[in-house]
């Protein structure tokens, strides 16, 4: 065999996680590579946050394996995760209200820079930080907002200010939680953009339940179907995949297609 074998920068294999005895991730395997942009889809219940919170090591693993760029991450604290590379978005709640978008961004870098109890100290000092709060700011877009509290955002800036905080500290692997959930159609096509833009060259993985988004963003589709990745391939080829049809996408795109010619 001739050419070198990639090690994925994100691998499950044969993961499982019960609750009780009730299995929810039932031997679910998954290669990422590097680069990659992949939406998890799959039926209400079927298991994605579970999934999330598996990989960001908020949950721990009944068995299986995870492993980031080759090394197990599975039984690692979310911190240490952190610190290795692998980012997650947390939802707005995870904004400290009361400080400004820039406030806020410098906070996360200190906080992936490990200053996390001394940041009070000497912040004016820490012109690295500084600089990459700035920087942030930039790509997410919200520089002119830099003194504006989180609280006094728009919805839609809010998450972006979220976006930001989850990649302050420089992760290659991105996770982010449903990113457009409760925006607009034109705010969505907007996020969309920016969330393509603030990835590039990042390993990204979201768990999405809008097919306009999945479409619009994933390189490919893992479906997840009473916790096992029943397909993982291109949008063209998970559309066209029987399995995927009869077990979820059909339905999914009946029900876009009935909304999208009841609201023409
Ligand atoms: N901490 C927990 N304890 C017990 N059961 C849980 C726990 N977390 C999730 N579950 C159960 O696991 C199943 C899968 O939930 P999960 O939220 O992962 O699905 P999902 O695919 O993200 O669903 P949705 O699309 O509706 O958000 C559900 O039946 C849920 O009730």
């Known amino acids: 065999m001739s050419g070198a074998v990639n090690t994925p920068a994100l691998e499950l294999v044969d993961l499982h996680k ?41 949950f721990g693993a009944s068995s299986g394996q995870i492993l980031l760029h080759g090394q197990r991450i599975d039984g690692l604290e979310p911190f240490e995760i952190n610190r290795r590379g692998l980012a997650r978005s947390f939802q707005v709640s995870n904004l400290f209200n009361r400080l400004s978008v820039f406030e806020n961004l410098r906070c996360a870098v200190l906080w992936s820079q490990g200053h996390r109890y001394a940041f009070w100290k000497a912040l004016s000092r820490l012109r ?41 500290g420089g992760a290659d ?11 607009s159609k034109s705010e969505t096509k907007r996020f969309i953009e920016l969330i393509r833009e ?9 768990v999405e339940h809008d097919m306009g988004v999945v479409f619009g963003l994933a390189d490919k589709i893992a479906v997840l179907v009473y916790g096992e990745v029943i397909a993982f391939d291109t949008p063209d080829a998970v559309r066209a995949n029987a399995r995927v049809q009869e077990a979820y996408l059909g339905s999914v ?10 609201a023409c």
């Open 198 to 206: 603030v990835t590039v060259g990042k390993t990204l993985l979201t």
């Open 173 to 183: 692997v991105v996770l982010l939680d449903e990113p457009t959930a409760g925006m």
């Open 18 to 58: 019960s609750f009780g005895k009730t299995a929810i991730i039932r031997g679910a395997s998954l290669a990422v590579q590097s680069g990659e942009r992949v939406a998890i889809i799959g039926p209400n219940g079927a298991g994605k946050s579970t999934l999330f919170n598996l990989i960001s090591g908020r």
């Open 128 to 168: 690295d930080a500084n600089d990459r709060a700035e920087q942030l700011m930039h790509m997410i877009r919200l520089h002119k907002k830099r003194d504006t509290l989180a609280m006094n955002l728009t919805y839609a800036e809010q998450r972006a200010l979220e976006i930001g905080i989850t990649i302050a």
């Open 253 to 262: 795109l009946a029900e876009t297609q009935a909304a999208e010619a009841r």
